[in-house]
């Protein structure tokens, strides 16, 4: 069985974000940038498929900059076994990096892809369900288990109220929850390991897709600054500021 | 311009965030209908019936849409999208499953968690865990967002829509539904209660988290929340998480106790109206956004608590 799990390069969920003087956006210049942490739990998930011999081959995909290879090299010494990388400096939104993982797949024929809820800079949660849905896929979304039989992944998802579990058949897109697994750390060996297998450079034009933006960003602005707050002495202090507040 | 909301519902009750993504829907200007899918749903389909500027309230049964599988759900909603300019979508769980398969069958773009509706065309959703707001311009003829309910008020009663049931679409054999396992609690839901008392790792058990937080939560009547370390760390059920990548909040108070204030979890509850933190860390970043931030160990801080609130 083949995995295909796309990753994406985000800026590091330790950093803090500053939004550029002139609104055209979060300025990147310069700051850690790191593998979307949903994505390595996404890697991680579809190296211990193939640890407990289901998976033959797990398959990393990014779109990005030329320095998303260090992403996909992340990938590489999680576990993944080859890596492809399709450059542009354009953004690329969801509904166009679905498009060009549909291409991906139909050339590389995955039986399974297993990719973040989220990307923690766009926030759109939306692009393994834009795939599964161009594919004629079915889709199993926020999992926090997944188990591989005969031909079906149940996959156990984490919904408002609970959780809730599903049966989709192979082929299939599956996105990650934080509660998946918890990724293991790169080790020396691996890191060496990683460096020596095989990393495919494509270009947008190779699949003929069409990644013109669809949305115009207008302007991208801090959020409304909270006004101080004050210390109060104890739990009686506390209360009456509450009930002054009108909120008790 | 014709808006068609796709209701938010418990199967007996209509969950307030369908109110307000109507009012999101009115921001747009034009008609609006709700679509209610599900089994069972006369109850809930009169109560959508009532919310004031409704003009039409759609009912769709089966067991895949009580079920919320997505690919049932999808093939409804863009059935419909034919006769309507804007599909607005709750950003809950299910919302956010089903929204964006919509937008790929329709071939347009989605527009996620807004927050603002500008003009028709315009739109503010918040993006690095709410640490900027884009403002993005869409030119596409129809248009899929989820809304992020806790940015609008809820519209009120005084609607008197029709009624009208419309085909379940034919299930999909790839995908089938297994069981569920639903949170029982006695409190009120997360995403509507006005106050919130939320715990973090620093409560150290599920038993001291229970401890701690149930009764504070009674004397308020008050939904219970939880960081992300304190779901992880097994305290809390997930279904408890507040931040970008659990519920996002917004009561009129909220208490985050033993809770450091991670940028996560900060994602998810900064727009409450008063914060209060109670920490022994005076420089927990949780102060920086706290209204009232009261230092000490919660060990001695609740018990007097409990006693102030009489």
């Known amino acids: 069985m083949k995995l295909l799990v796309p990753v994406k390069r985000v800026l590091d969920y330790n950093v803090k974000v500053r939004v550029k003087a002139d609104q055209s956006g979060v300025d990147l210049a310069n700051v850690k940038m790191s593998m979307n942490p949903f994505d390595e739990i996404a890697v991680e998930e579809a190296t211990r498929l193939k640890e407990k011999g289901i998976a033959t081959e797990v398959v990393a995909v990014s779109i990005g900059p030329a320095q998303a290879r260090d992403t996909l090299i992340t990938a590489l010494t999680i576990g993944a076994d080859r890596g492809i990388l399709i450059q542009t400096d354009q953004d690329v939104e969801p509904l166009a990096v679905a498009k060009l993982l549909k291409a991906v797949i139909e050339q590389e024929k995955p039986d399974i892809v297993i990719m973040g809820k989220q990307a923690i800079d766009g926030d759109n949660n939306a692009t393994g369900q834009m795939l599964a849905t161009l594919l004629d896929w079915p889709q199993a979304t926020f999992a926090s288990k997944v188990v591989i039989a005969d031909g079906e992944a149940q996959v156990t998802r984490e919904v408002d109220g609970g959780l809730q579990t599903i049966g989709v058949k192979l082929p299939a897109v599956i996105t990650t929850d934080l509660r998946l697994n918890e990724p293991r750390y790169a080790s020396l060996p691996n890191i060496m390991k990683a460096k020596k297998k095989p990393l495919d450079v494509k270009s947008i034009a190779d699949y003929g897709v069409d990644i013109t933006p669809r949305l115009k960003v207008v302007k991208v602005t801090e959020p409304a600054k909270r006004q101080a707050g004050i210390k109060v002495a104890d739990a009686a202090d506390l209360v009456a500021n509450l009930k002054t507040a009108g909120v008790l | ?310």
């Open chain 2, 1 to 310: 311009m014709s808006v068609l909301v796709i209701a938010d519902h418990d199967g007996a009750h209509l969950r307030d965030t369908t109110n307000k993504t109507v009012t999101a829907a009115q921001r747009l200007g034009g008609d609006i209908d709700v679509l209610v899918y599900g089994e069972g749903l006369a109850a809930v389909a009169a109560q959508a019936a009532k919310i004031a500027g409704v003009r039409k309230v759609l009912t769709a049964e089966s067991a895949e849409l009580k079920q919320e599988l997505a690919e049932a759900v999808s093939a409804l909603v863009t059935g419909l999208a034919a006769g309507y300019d804007v599909v607005a979508v709750p950003a809950s769980s299910a919302g956010k499953n089903f929204a964006p398969r919509v937008a790929a069958l329709l071939d347009v773009s989605l527009l996620s968690d807004v927050i603002e509706v500008v003009d028709a065309n315009t739109f503010v959703r918040p993006i690095y865990a709410g640490n900027a707001l884009e403002t993005v311009q869409t030119a596409e003829a129809k248009k899929v967002m989820t809304v992020r309910t806790t940015a609008f008020k809820a519209a009120g009663d005084g609607g008197n829509a029709a009624i009208e049931s419309t085909a379940a679409p034919a299930a999909s054999s790839k995908v089938r539904y297994i069981s569920e396992e639903k949170v029982v609690s006695d409190r009120p839901e997360l995403g509507a209660a006005k106050i919130i008392v939320s715990g973090g790792r620093a409560l150290g058990s599920a038993e001291e988290f229970q401890a701690v937080l149930d009764p504070l939560a009674a004397r308020l009547g008050a939904a219970v929340g939880a960081s992300r370390a304190a779901v992880d760390a097994g305290y809390a059920p997930n279904d408890y998480q507040v931040g970008q990548t659990g519920k996002v909040v917004a009561p009129d108070l909220y208490i985050a106790i033993g809770i450091s204030g991670a940028i996560q979890h900060l994602a998810g509850m900064k727009d409450s109206k008063v914060i209060v933190a109670i920490n022994k860390d005076p420089e927990a970043p949780i102060f920086s956004v706290a209204d009232y931030g009261l230092v000490g160990d919660y060990k001695t801080v609740l018990p007097d608590l409990m006693t102030a609130l009489g």
